[in-house]
């Protein structure tokens, strides 16, 4: 058993900076990837990034890529989300995720993570 709890969220202006943060305990840190996903209100809940163990391979979605980064240090237990340049349309509620399996290609889904957080909202105003 793993529990996540996220911080960081709150209301920026477009063009705006937030890293949110993810802190684990229960288990391991070290043993799990980590993923950010996001839902918005109406919407289904997307993939953002992933990071296998060690930090070496990370992996974002089409409408992140370059301006999101996710980070871990396995030393805190924490998983970060560094958010630049954002837009209105990244307002949403925004999950961390974790699991020991590597789900190789479906990472990007939301059944490929068993522990989830309770989330963080972010709003971004234009």
């Known amino acids: 058993q793993v529990q996540l709890l996220e911080s960081g969220g709150g209301l920026v202006q477009a063009g705006g900076s937030l890293r949110l943060s993810c802190v684990a305990s229960?288990?391991?840190?070290?043993?799990?990837?980590m993923g950010w996903f996001r839902q918005a209100p109406g919407k289904e809940r997307e993939f953002v990034a992933a990071?296998?163990?060690?930090?070496?391979?990370?992996y974002y979605a089409d409408s992140v890529r370059g301006r999101f980064t996710i980070s871990r240090d396995n030393a805190k237990n924490t998983v970060y989300l560094q958010m630049n340049s954002l837009k209105p349309e990244d307002t949403a509620v925004y999950y961390c995720?974790?699991?020991?399996?590597?789900?190789?290609?479906?990472?990007?889904?939301?059944?490929?993570?068993?522990?989830w957080g309770q989330g963080t909202q972010v709003t971004v105003s234009s």
């Open positions: 229960g288990r391991t840190f070290s043993s799990f990837f």
């Open positions: 995720a974790a699991d020991q399996s590597w789900p190789y290609n479906d990472y990007d889904r939301a059944r490929s993570y068993e522990y």
């Open positions: 990071i296998k163990w060690s930090g070496s391979s990370v």
